[in-house]
């Protein structure tokens, strides 16, 4: 049923590629992978990797959850603590635990990119630029707040951001081919007007391009193995990576409205991505170029779709393919 699904929605030109697989703690129920790289190119394979945007966000979230359970860093800490050019600006009291549930005050989508095209640049533009609202006076997205995660990880630890997500995530999880870009054997995304090419294994993500590629909201780059292993580990109930009672403050939800967690994506009912057929605890993220990883918790089981709907153009729309995806997998038997 999930390939013909998502043959027909490549046969409609929404993507080139995809790859899947649905599956619980203890066993696969459905996977596969179609297309090609790119259209026209050579087909894709289980070896190749995809840029997931922002599922980057839940691994930093695991990294700075682990360093909590560490006592590396407190989730309560105000930003000046980790980073002390913020005393005295209107982001002094911005916690980690706001920067996770998306309630910092920081601002949404910004092309901060096209102002500000160095990282130092970029950086200060984020630390100088008023909020546009109270730190916990809303749920935002804000891909600037794992921007500072990142920052905040690594001046906590001492370690850079690239080291922990080995340390703290991939290895224990056996994630042997997920790394930040550039990288080989890439699935392309966008034939990017600001970069003059089609982009092939480095992030898609303009702001994480002027941040290096190694940054809190967006640049890794993994194969399905490596992306059905850590639904597979959460689905499980997150050991090793977690501790069960840190696992479970990081799913649970922590804002009124919009569903959030502590890095998670609750089941926002209307406007889910993911359509109306999974529990009402499950938790996930999606990615911009058009990736995803979603986890019902009570039922043990995980949905990974992975695709590359900004190629070649970031208008194709997955939205109604997304959610048949998970409509359809949340049947299976």
Known sequence: MLAELLARAREERVFSAVAWEVGTADDVLDRGVLGTRWW??????????????????????????????????????????????????????????????????????????????????????????????????????????????????????????DRLVADLVTTPAGMRDTTFGPVDDAVATEDCPWRGRVVTGEVHDENAVVLGGICGHAGLFAPLSDVARLGRILAAGASPLLKPQTHAEMIACHTHGLRRGLAWQGLDVPGSPVGTALQPDSYGHTGFTGTSLWVEPARRRYYVLLTNRVHPRRTQDISAIRAAFHDTAARLG
């Open 40 to 161: 026209d190119g050579p087909p894709v394979t289980e070896a190749s990797r995809w840029d997931l945007a922002s599922v980057t966000k839940p691994i930093v979230g695991l990294v700075v959850a682990a360093l909590a359970e560490r006592g590396e860093l407190s989730l309560d800490a105000p930003l000046p603590e980790f980073l002390p050019s913020y005393a005295g600006t209107d982001k002094a009291s911005i916690t980690v635990r706001r920067l996770l549930t998306h309630t910092s005050g920081l601002p949404g989508g910004t092309p901060l990119w096209r102002t500000f095209p160095t990282r130092a640049a970029l950086l200060e533009a984020i630390r100088t630029t008023p909020l546009p609202a109270p730190p916990g006076s809303r749920v935002e997205y804000s891909s600037q707040g794992f921007i500072l995660l990142g920052l905040i990880a690594s001046a906590a630890s001492g370690r850079p951001l």
